[in-house]
C-alpha cells in the first residue's frame, strides 16, 4: 500500500506540472459547462510553432497574430517583431485551424440511450422543414469533451425518412443557439434509397426490388417543390415544398447520405437535372467512382476511416486508404466521424488517412478548409489566412497521433476558450480523493 | 402433355391389404399378389447385378431373386425385357404424412415466456419433445405419397420436423393400404436439431443455450432413473428412446462439430443430418467417425451480369456454388458412411437433377445408390426390410427404362410393399417418323422428331424462310389428339383417333368447327441429330473447378496452413513489457513455437531474417473483451445462463479474426454478453485462422464467466414488453448473486454428500467453480455503487471478482478494487451512450493504473479491436500514463487478467512467440502491422495480404465468368445476394441465431 501511495503522488507532480488542460487550477467542481469565452480584447500572438494552414502549406517557426476576432497574420516569423501583444510562446508546438466536424449528431443527444435526450429524428418520411438550428443544445456536457480535442465548429445533422431535414453549423463556445450558430440551414439532408435491401427472413443482401419507386417518390417531391419553388403562389403555403426552395435555388447544400457507387451516381445525376450539385454524405465506395465524381465537381464528406470493410471479400484496409484513393483522384472532400460524443477522436480519423496513404497536409485540409468550403463557412473559417476569423488551436505536438495530440489552446473568433469540461472535472475530483487517501 | 396424363397414379387391381382384424364387405377377397418379373436387369443391391433375371414377389414380400426365367406356379409374369429393377429408395429424413406442428399454447404478445405452455407432466422447456411418437399422427396421405413415389422412393422415415428434441419417427412405406400396413415400424429413431421450432418459450434463446439445454438433459434424465419424487414424461420419454439410433440436424460443418463436443461428452453416437459444405474440412468431420445424411441442396449460379449487383456475392459463396455438387463425391472419397435425402431441397422434384449433378462431379453411380437405398435402411436398422431385394424384403422396388440414374431414365413403375404405382407405361411407342396427314380430303406432311415418349409434331414449312406450324399432341393410350392453327387460318383444327398398321385415324372438326375424317400414315423415317449426343457426352464430364479450396472457405482463407517457422528477427526497438522494458536495436529469435533468444547479433542459424531496422517489436495484442468469431452472444432469457459455453459456438470462419490479425491481436476472450447477471462461460482463442473452432481454443487458459450489472440486465433499454424478468433493479441484481451463490454452496453440500437423488447441475457447476477459483469472473460493470456490491457478494460469499470488464466508473473506486484484488478491463474513451455511462472519463484506465489496478483496454468491438494500440496509445494522452506501461494495458496486463501470462503478453524467453512487427512507435496513429505471428507461425503479413487481394480478385473474375458461362448455357440462375454480417456486442440479443438486435 505504502508503495503505491508514493507512486500516485509522483503521478500527480508530474501530471501538475505539465501545462495541461485536463488538470486546470481549479478545484472546486462546476456541475455546468465552462462559461463562454469573453470577446478578444487584447491583441495576441502565438509565436514559434509550426503552422498548419489548413490550404495544404506548412510554415515552420511561424506566427499568428490575433486582433479583434481575426487572423491579422498567419506566416513565418522572420521579420515580425510584435509589440503591444498578449505573447503566446509556442514554440515546439502545433497550430491548426480549429477543426470543423462535419455531418455529427452534436448538441442533439446527450445520452443515447435516453429516449428523451435525443433530438435527431424527427418521424415521417418528408421533413425538409425541420430544421436542427433551434435543437441544438448549447449546454451539452458532450461538447466542451470534443472541443477540448481541437474540434471547435460542428454541423449538427438531422436523420431519419427519405429527407431528414436542415442541418445548421455551430461554434462550440456559445451561450445559446443564436450566438454560436455560424451558417444557419446550410443545407437539407437526403438519405437515398439503398440499391440494396435486407430480408430477414433470409438474412441476405439482395437488389432493392423498390429501388426505382423510391427514387421516382424522390423525384415527384423534388418537381413539386421546384414547381412550388417556382411559382408565386399565395393563400396556400405549404412549408414542405417551401421549406425545399434555398435548396433547389443552390442557396443551400443538397447533402446527400449515400453508401453505394450506383447509388452515388444515381444521386449525382438525378440532382444534375435539378441544377444541383450534391455533397456525398458518408461515401464508403466513393472510390469507385471517383474520376466521376471528380469529371462532375462533386464533393465527399467521407464518412470515418475508422470503420469494417463491408464485404468480407474487400481489402480489409478499404476504409482506411478511400480517402488517400479520392485524394489521388482528385476529388475534393472532408473527413468526418458520425456519431456526437465519438466527435473528440475525428484527428485520430485523419490520422488513421495519413497512415494509409494520405498526404498529412491534406488530412488537415480535409478536417478544416476542405469542409468550410462544402458546408460554405469558407470565407470566415477552415485556413489561417488573413482576415479570417481567429478560430485555431495550439497543440504540443502532432495532432492527429495520440501519442502528442493535447490540445492546449483554442480560440474561436479570437476568444480564447476554456477546454475544461466533465470529465476533466471528474478527473480531479478522484485525484483529489485519492490524494486525501495517500496523506492521510 | 404425354408425361402428365400417363403420371396420374395407377393404383393396382389388387385390393389394398387389409388388416386381418379387420371386417370385411362382400366375399373374401384377399389375393396374394404373386408376381414374377422376368428378362430384367436387375440390381439387388448396391454392386449386385443380374443382366437378366427374375424378381419373384407375393404377398407384398420378395419371394425370390434369380438368374434366368423361373415363372413360380401361380404367379402372374410381367415381362420386364430391357428394363431395370433396383430397390425402391429410403428416405431416412422425412416428415411423410405427418401434421405440421402446432405451438404448445399461445405465449402471451411479445412478453417473456418462462416456462412451457404445454400442459401435463411434461418436461419444463417447450423445444424438448421426446415423447411425440410419430407413430401417433401418423396417417397415408395419398398425393404425397405419390409425389416421393416419382421420385424412386418406397420408404420414409418421418419425424416432425419441430423442436430440440423432436420425438421418435415411424417408418412407413409409400404404398396406400390402410395405415395398419404400411408402418414398417415405430420407435425408429430418435431425432434432434438446434432449433427450437413452434416453441415460444425465451430459453434457449442462443445456440449454446440449445446446446446446454441438451446437455442438462441428458444428466436430468440419467437422474431420473433414479428418483422417485417426479414424474416426468417427457423423460420417461427421453431415456426411452435413448436406445435408438439418434439423428441430428446440424447445419454447416462448424455445427455438425458442436454436436460432436456433446457426442464425446456424453458418449453418444449421433447420425448428422448435415448441411452439404462437409468438403470444406472432411477431415475434421472424418475424425468425429460418425454417418452422415447429406443433402442435395446445391445452390443455382447466381446472376452476376450486373458488375455492382455482383459485388454482394461473396467469394465464399461463389466458391460454394462450383464445389457443392462435389460435396458428395467428396464424402464417398473420405471413406464416411453417408445417405442422401430429399431434405434441404426447395422443392421435392429438384431431386434427381440434384443428384446427377452430384453424379457429374464425381460420385459413383453406385455410391449414389448405396446412399439411397442399403445406407438408410441400415441407419434405421432397418435393413432386414428395405434397402435391398433379397428373400423375405419387402416388395419394394423401381422399374425403370434405363439405368436409373441415366439423363433419360424413366422411372416406369414404382411398387410398394407389393402394391404397384405405375408411372409410365411400360412401353411407349415411338412415334418419329415423317407422316401424311390427310384431313377432309387434304393432305399434307407431319413430321414427328424426338424420343419416344417426348416427341414433337410439326407441320414443316414450304421453304426456308416458313418455318412451319407447330402441332401440339396428346397420346392417351390408343388415342391421339391433335390441334394446330396453319397461317391464314381462321381457327385451331382439332382432331381425335384410334391406332391404326400405320398411324392413327378418326374424326375431328376444322377451324370452322365442320367435323371431318382424318388420318396419319407413316411414310418415312426422320434423320437423329446425333450432333445432340456428341454434346451430351461433353456434359457428362466433370466441369474443371476454377476455385480454390482454402481454411476458411472466404476470400482470405489460407490455401496451406501456416508453419511454424525459425524466425529471426533483426535489429527491432523490442517492447519486451518485462524488466528490461524497450530495447533498442535488439534480435528476437523464434523457434518451435516459443520465444527462444532475446539479444543483440544473435547468429541467424538457418532462421528467416525479418528486419526489423526502425520496426518495433512487441507482444501480440491481447482483447480481453472481444465478440467475434461467434455465432451467438447471449442466452438472455433468464438471470443466469451460468451453463452456456461460448467454446460451444466459436465461429473459425469470421473474417474479423484476419481483419484482427492485421490489426496485431493474436488472443482475444470470446465472451457472452451483458444480457443477464450471471452470463456464460467464455471461450479463450487464440486467432488461428484457418483452424478449427476446437483448434482455436487457448488450452491452458482457466475458465472465466461473463457476469454483468446495471441497465443491460435489468433490461433498461429493452422496451416495454420486458418487465417481468427478474431483476428490473439494481436491488433485484444483487439478490440475484446472492441466491444463486448461497444455492452453490448449498449444492455443493449435496454433491459432497452424493447419493442416487442428488442432480448434477451444469448451473451450479459453473458457480461452484468460481467459489473454488476453479474458475474467474469478468464482470461488465459501470456505475460504482454495483461494482462495490459485487465485490461485497464476493466477500460475503468468499470469492473474488477477478476483473471488472467495461468498469467506466472503476476511477471512483480503484483503491476498493485493489484492496478487493480486482482487475479492470475498460474502453480508452467510451461515454454518453447510455445513462449509467454518463460519468465514464477517458483518465479511468489512468487513475486506476496510478492506484494499482492491473487495467487493460479492451475492443467489445470488431473494428475498434483492429487499432486497440491506439486506444492504449491514448492514455498516454489522457492521464499521461508511460508509453511502456501503456502497451502493457493491450499486452500483459490483459494476460495477467486471463491468467495466461505464463505463455503471452510479453517478450521473454520461452514464452509463446506471439508477436508482432510494427512499421512505426506501436502506440502511434501510424503504426501498421507488418508481421503478426501466432505460436511462431505467420498467420499475417503485409506481403501475403497483398497476394491474396491478388487472389480474391482473379479468382471472382473467374468464378464470375463461369457463372455467366452457366447462364448463358440455360442453367437456372438466381439474384445476388450476400451474407449478413452481424457485428456482435454485449447488447446483441438473438432469437435462433439473431432475429434482431437491442
Sequence with gaps: MKLKHIYTLTLLLTSLATPSSFMSGRTSLLAQNPTPAPEQSEKIAVSGATLHLGNGQVVENGLVLLEDGKIEYAGSQKDHSPNDYQMIDAAGKHVYPGLIALNTGLGLTEIGAVRSTRDGRETGYLNPHVRTLIAFNTDSQVIPTVRSRGVLLAQSVPQGGRISGKSSIFQLDGWNYEDAVRRTDDGIHLNWPRTVSYSWRERKYSENKDYNKQLNELEAFMLEAKAYCNGEREGDVQLKLAAMCDLLNNDANAYVHVYDAKGIQSAVMLMKEFGIKPVIVGGDESYLVADFLKQEGVSVILGSTQDLPNRADADIDQP?????????????????????????????????????????EKAIQALTLDAAKIAGIDQDYGSLENGKSATLIVVGGDLLDMRKSEVEMAFIDGRMIDLDNKQSELYRKFKEKYSRESGR | MLGCLLCLVFVSLLPAQTPATYPYNGVYDQRDGHYAFTNANITSAPGQNIASGTLVIKNGKVVSVTNGRNVPAGAVEIDLSGKFVYPAFVEAYGSYGLPEAKSAGKSPDRQPQMLSNKKGAYGWNEALKPEFDAVDHFTVNSKAAGE??????????????????????VAVSLAESKENSVILANKVAAFLSYSKGKSTQDYPSSRMGSIALLRQTYIDADWYRNQADEKNLSLEAWNELAKLPQFFEVGDWQNLLRAQRIADEFDLEY??????????????????GAALILPLNFPDAYDVSDPYGARLVSLEDLRHWERAPGNPAAVADAGITFALTTHGLKKKSEFMGMLRKAIKAGLSEEAALRALTKTPA????LQEQVGELKKGSQASFLVTSAPVFDKDASILQNWCQGERF????????????????????????????????????????????????????????????????TEGSPGFVRLNGGKTNNGYAGRGQDANGNWVDWSMRKTGEVSDEKKEDKKE????????????????????????????????????????????????????????????????NLPKAGARVIDGAGKHLTAGIIDEHSHIALSSVNEGSQASSAEVRMTDVIDATDVDIYRQLAGGVTTSQLLHGSANPIGGQSAIVKLRWGASPEEMIFDTAPGFIKFALGENVKQSNWGDDYRIRFPQTRMGVEQVFDSYFTRAREYEKAKNAGGKGFRRDLELEALLEILNEERFITCHSYQQGEINMLMGVGERHDFVVNTFTHILEGYKVADKMVEHGAGGSTFSDWWAYKYEVNEAIPFNAALMHEQGVTVAINSDDAEMARRLNQEAGKMVLFGGVSEEEALKFVTLNPAKLMHIDDRVGSIKVGKDADLVVWSDHPLSIYARAENTL????????????????QRIQEERNALIQKSLDAKADGSKTQKPKGKQKRYLHCDSLEHEEGEHDH
Design chain 2, 422 to 485: 405405375e408411372l409410365k407405361p411400360l412401353e411407349t411407342a415411338a412415334l418419329a417418323g415423317t407422316y401424311q396427314l390427310t384431313v377432309d380430303g387434304k393432305s399434307m406432311t407431319l413430321e414427328v422428331k424426338g424420343k419416344a415418349g417426348k416427341e414433337k409434331f410439326k407441320l414443316p414449312g414450304k421453304d426456308e424462310d416458313d418455318k412451319g406450324t407447330d402441332v401440339k399432341h396428346k397420346v392417351s393410350g390408343e388415342f391421339l389428339s391433335l390441334s394446330y392453327q
Design chain 2, 934 to 949: 501466432v505460436d511462431g507461425k505467420e498467420y499475417y503479413s503485409m506481403e501475403k495480404d497483398k497476394m491474396l487481394r
Design chain 2, 378 to 381: 441400415k441407419m434405421l436398422g
Design chain 1, 320 to 360: 482506411f486508404k478511400t480517402p488517400a484513393m479520392l485524394a489521388e483522384a482528385g476529388v475534393s472532400f472532408a473527413i468526418s466521424h458520425g456519431g456526437y460524443w465519438e466527435q473528440r477522436n475525428l484527428p485520430f480519423v485523419a490520422g488513421t488517412a495519413v497512415a494509409y496513404g494520405l498526404d498529412y
Design chain 2, 271 to 288: 447420425i448428422y443430418q448435415s448441411g452439404g459444405d462437409e468438403y470444406r474440412r472432411l477431415d475434421a468431420i472424418k475424425a468425429t
Design chain 2, 537 to 600: 457426352k461433353e456434359e457428362d464430364k466433370p466441369a474443371r473447378l476454377v476455385s480454390q479450396l482454402t481454411m476458411p472457405l472466404g476470400g482470405y482463407g489460407f490455401a496451406t496452413l501456416p508453419a511454424s517457422e525459425k524466425i529471426l528477427i533483426r535489429n527491432a526497438t523490442v517492447w519486451t513489457s518485462e524488466e528490461d522494458g524497450i530495447l533498442e536495436e535488439t534480435d528476437v529469435m523464434v523457434e518451435n513455437g516459443k520465444i527462444s533468444a532475446i539479444g543483440k
Design chain 2, 148 to 169: 416421393w413415389r416419382k421420385l424412386g422412393f418406397g420408404t420414409v422415415n418421418s419425424h416432425q420436423m419441430d423442436g430440440i428434441h423432436r420425438g421418435s419417427s
